[in-house]
């Protein structure tokens, strides 16, 4: 007779709302216009594949989770507890950002995205991430509103 592993329910928890999610993301694409013109590829093509990947990631996790449990889990010291200053650090970075996009513009409150993510992770150096956070979200709006005609909002930076 063989032992079977217990089910790990935290794992199958966020493996089945990682596919609910990817449900979740295809569904929502049903609502973005399909469009006309020649392209092959519409703007619902990316959703799509990422909501199905999604799905396909949920199941797979899901099969593992009650087969034994995930697999190619690194189990070493770094991963026994949670670092929970830096869950709070990309916490606060993501709120941030949505709080300060419509006033502050993409390019700052991309920049303060950056540069508090670069801290969760254990960056020290602020100058550094500041002046790379600056440079990058200044590249992503340039491409974006020249490039591709979107209305990213300048907020503070509007004049420039």
């Known amino acids: 007779m063989t032992s079977r592993s217990p089910i790990n329910l935290g794992e199958l928890v966020l493996s089945i709302a990682l596919a609910a999610l990817g449900i ?3 569904v929502g694409t049903q609502d973005i216009s399909a469009g006309g013109g020649y ?3 519409g703007p619902r093509a990316f959703p799509y594949m990422i909501g199905a990947g999604l799905v396909i990631l949920g199941g797979i996790l899901s099969w593992q989770a009650v087969s ?4 190619n889990v690194p189990m070493d010291e770094a991963h026994d507890e949670p670092d929970w200053a830096a869950f709070a650090i990309l916490s606060a970075a993501v709120l941030l950002h949505m709080a300060a996009i419509a006033w502050a513009g993409f390019v700052l409150a991309s920049t303060f995205l950056f540069t508090l993510v670069a801290r969760g992770f254990g960056s020290r150096r602020l100058v550094r991430d500041i002046v ?3 440079i990058l979200s200044g590249i992503a709006f340039f491409v974006f509103t020249q490039g591709l ?3 990213l909002p300048a907020g503070l930076l509007g004049g420039m």
């Open 24 to 26: 979740f993301v295809i």
């Open 39 to 41: 392209s092959q590829v």
């Open 68 to 71: 034994g449990g995930w697999r």
């Open 132 to 134: 790379v956070g600056l």
């Open 149 to 151: 005609g979107l209305n």
